[in-house]
């Protein structure tokens, strides 16, 4: 049952992200953006991390995919950008595709060459996949990780402030 | 909680979407097709429009939007923090204050700019 | 089929060439920030798939500040992607070439 979910989520993923750098259209990219982000809720949810599953679809598919949404009304986008001509490199194209491809068959085949570590149930029983849980996560956040949460805090107010100063138009 | 538990939520996602679904291709399939003018207009019986949709939005909903952001992570932040309420005490309590604290910062700057006036 | 760890690792390994590639061939900087994004949510489930292989919660804690980080990033990102467009009037990257010396 979790392998074909797996499998099944894992080919909607890898189609949606493939899209999602492929389409002209801004928009239709972030709604294949937006199917990505609720695969990986479905991932998080295997991996029995039920409450970063909930935050994935609040956050990014609620937030973050909107914010993309609204910029995209707002800069008036009538026609597709041109993606020829004015390149610093020539060939820049050719040499992105490379390097991305190069970069993942690095990745892959690091992957492949180790053996592969044995695997604790993935499929366990409930205590298994209790981790995941709001109040768990909770008690290490607040006590382990209490300065990293002031921190984000900080990082949040950052985001506040730039971006109210420069997208604030000046009054006159 | 198991992700098996997590089954009937897979059933609605596939239930909105077959509903959604099946209703645009029914509608496809079994409407009448009579077009003219007015059945290519936005609203059949309501005021003429103008112009079309991709109007450029005002900056202002940017703000908004990214105020909604910050406080969505908030939010987010809080619910750990809820359910172990009792457990953490007055130390959760005072980080979540210092917390809160440095957010309302950023929201007083956004409020002193002006950024939420809606003129 | 029997899951196992090296099925998240392969899969976010992928999703991440692929924000890469996106990074690197797209010139619309909205369709950047989208791939780096893309990036950063491949990174979480490596991170929440090891933190499930270890049973070890730090992980997952850990993405919430990832998570934190992508939001503040995006809330930035798109501010400068509007001022740029509001100086330039156009968001391709080939004609954001001030600091060309």
Known sequence: MQGVMFIVLALVTLFSALMVITRKDPVSSILYLVLTFFCFAGFYVLLGAQFLAAVQIIVYAGAIAVLFLFVVMMLNLREPEAEEGKELIPIWKPLGYAVGIGVGI????????????????LNGGDEI?????????????????????????VLLL????????????KRV | MTPNDFLPVLITFFVVGGFAGITLIATHILGPKRYSKEKHDIYECGLDYIGDSRKPFSVKFYLVAVLFVIFDLEVVFMYPWAVNFRHLGLFGFVSMGIFLVILTVGLLYEWKKGALEWE | MELTLN???ILSAIIFAIGVTGVLTRRNVLIILMSVEL???????????????????????????????????????????????????????????????
């Open chain 3, 39 to 101: 990036m950063l949510n491949s990174a979480n489930m490596t991170l929440i798939a090891f933190s499930h292989y270890l049973q070890n919660i730090d992980g997952m804690v850990f993405v919430f500040f990832t998570m934190t980080v992508a939001a503040a990033e995006v809330g930035i990102g798109l501010a400068i992607v509007v001022t740029m467009f509001r100086n330039k009037g156009t968001i391709d990257v080939g004609n954001f070439n001030l600091l060309k010396g």
């Open chain 1, 158 to 169: 950052a985001a506040v402030l730039g971006a109210v100063a420069l997208a604030k138009k």
């Open chain 3, 7 to 9: 099925h998240y690792l």
């Open chain 1, 106 to 121: 690095v990745f892959l085949s690091y992957l492949a060459s180790s053996p592969g570590p044995a695997i604790p149930p």
């Open chain 1, 129 to 153: 996949y209790a981790m995941g849980r709001a109040d768990f996560l909770g008690k290490a956040l607040f006590t382990d990780f209490i300065l990293p949460f002031e921190i984000a805090g």
